[in-house]
């Protein structure tokens, strides 16, 4: 099968920035589009940012400016730079990824299990 493991998480101040990685490994033939997805307390699961295999990219609103998605194909490796961090950034982050797995001719879509980024005021 396949695993997206993301690390990088937190506790930080705001205005600090991290960097989330997200691996993907496993019995994988082919990635397409990988994104970043958050989540916070009592809200609903939103799209941060999504990178395309040929690297376009899409960011929300309320992340333009701050957040830069990055993926390095050679490692299945997904990237999130977060710069400028505010409160309301909190939220459990998850990454997700459409993969082809070996011997199957469907893409799957899989998620992370998701890492905390807590910023304090």
């Known amino acids: 099968q396949v695993q997206l493991v993301e690390s990088g998480g937190g506790l930080v101040q705001a205005g600090a920035s991290l960097r989330l990685p997200c691996a993907a490994s496993?019995?994988?033939?082919?990635?397409?589009?990988m994104g970043w997805f958050r989540q916070a307390p009592g809200k609903q699961r939103e799209l941060v940012a999504s990178?395309?295999?040929?690297?376009?990219?899409n960011y929300a609103d309320s992340v333009k400016g701050r957040f830069t998605i990055s993926r390095d194909n050679a490692k299945n490796t997904l990237y999130l730079q977060m710069n400028s961090l505010r409160p309301e950034d909190t939220a459990v982050y998850y990454c997700?990824?459409?993969?082809?797995?070996?011997?199957?001719?469907?893409?799957?879509?899989?998620w992370g299990q998701g890492t905390q980024v807590t910023v304090s005021s």
């Open positions: 997700n990824a459409a993969v082809k797995v070996v011997f199957r001719k469907i893409w799957e879509d899989f």
């Open positions: 496993g019995s994988i033939f082919s990635i397409n589009a």
């Open positions: 990178i395309t295999s040929g690297g376009s990219t």
